[in-house]
């Protein structure tokens, strides 16, 4: 199974992401994340350092993808995932799907891509070309993290858009909402009335969360010397199994920008 993570910058999708990976692994899944965000720190909880990118490995050996081998590429992470990171194309230049695109083509010569029980794509936060679209081209699922407020709802509704565009050509689903770093739920549930979707699981902000970014650790391996953080863990376990249990999901149906500002604001 192939799984997007969207949503908007800086709302927790890595973070989720590598503690989903560990969940899946878990339940005894042979995992593979890929960060498709050119700020290439998806798997940093994982394996603790910043991995090579696919495209800096490809510019090293010139485009040469028979010179290059799995371990140049694929990283050992916590819990057995297997961990890459897409890079970003020059900033300012290139285009964010074709990088994506270069990562699939590489792992499919390298046969890896079709190795895994979940590949899951850690990508990006608004959906601005379709470049940045790209996994779901990929994808058997999609997944949007948000928080309680207009701008993260605002991005997933865009998200919701590119799904349902892809939808068309493409047997993708939509998985449901994280909803992250909130214990409020009151604006996502006026969203999912008006756009009807699932919400997977409402993740409240917890300050071992944010620390886990700073130690380099999923909260799976922050547990193992602190059992108390096994409530938390739980989390990343039941998103993990709702997955696993190939929900239906939904092809959204987006709502208009105008509408969307009325319905999560005051005025
Ligand atoms: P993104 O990949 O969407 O840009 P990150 O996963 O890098 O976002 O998360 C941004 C910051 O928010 C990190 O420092 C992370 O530790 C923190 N964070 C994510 N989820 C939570 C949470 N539920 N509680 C507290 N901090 C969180
Ligand atoms: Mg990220």
């Known amino acids: 199974m192939k799984l997007s993570v969207y949503g908007k910058g800086g709302i927790g999708k890595s973070t989720t992401s590598c503690?989903?990976?560990?969940?899946?692994?878990?339940?005894?899944?042979?995992?593979?994340?890929?960060?498709?965000?050119?700020?290439?720190?998806s798997t940093f909880t994982l394996t603790g350092f910043l991995i090579p990118t696919i495209i800096d490995t490809l510019q090293e050996k010139d485009y040469h993808y028979e010179d290059i081998w799995?371990?140049?590429?694929?990283?050992?992470?916590?819990?057995?995932v297997d961990c890459v990171e897409a890079g970003g194309p020059p900033a300012g230049a290139g285009c964010g799907g074709y990088v994506v695109g270069e990562t699939v083509k590489l792992?499919?010569?390298?046969?890896?891509?079709?190795?895994?029980?979940?590949?899951?794509?850690?990508?990006?936060?608004?959906?601005?070309?379709?470049?940045?679209a790209a996994p779901l081209?990929?994808?058997?699922?999609?997944?949007?993290?948000?928080?309680?407020?207009?701008?993260?709802?605002?991005?997933?509704?865009?998200?919701?858009?590119?799904?349902?565009?892809?939808?068309?050509?493409?047997?993708?689903?939509?998985a449901g909402l994280v909803g992250n770093r909130t214990s409020k739920r009151d604006l996502i549930d006026?969203?999912?009335?008006?756009?009807?979707?699932?919400?997977?699981?409402?993740?409240?902000?917890?300050?071992?969360?944010?620390?886990?970014?700073?130690?380099?650790k999923t909260l799976f391996e922050m547990a193992q010397s602190d059992p108390s953080l096994e409530y938390v863990c739980d989390y990343y376990l039941n998103i993990a199994d709702q997955i696993l249990a190939l929900p239906e999901g939904v092809v959204p149906q987006d709502a208009p920008d105008r509408d969307l500002f009325s319905l999560l604001s005051d005025f």
């Open 19 to 41: 503690n989903i990976s560990v969940a899946l692994a878990r339940r005894g899944k042979k995992v593979l994340q890929i960060g498709c965000d050119p700020k290439h720190d």
């Open 70 to 80: 799995p371990e140049d590429v694929i990283y050992k992470g916590f819990g057995g």
């Open 190 to 216: 006026k969203y999912i009335e008006a756009v009807p979707m699932p919400v997977l699981e409402i993740l409240p902000l917890i300050e071992d969360i944010r620390v886990s970014r700073v130690k380099g």
């Open 107 to 132: 792992l499919k010569e390298l046969n890896a891509f079709d190795e895994y029980d979940v590949i899951l794509f850690d990508v990006l936060g608004d959906v601005v070309c379709g470049g940045f």
């Open 137 to 174: 081209n990929y994808s058997d699922y999609c997944t949007i993290i948000t928080d309680n407020g207009f701008d993260a709802l605002f991005a997933a509704n865009r998200i919701a858009a590119s799904v349902r565009e892809k939808a068309r050509t493409h047997p993708l689903r939509l």
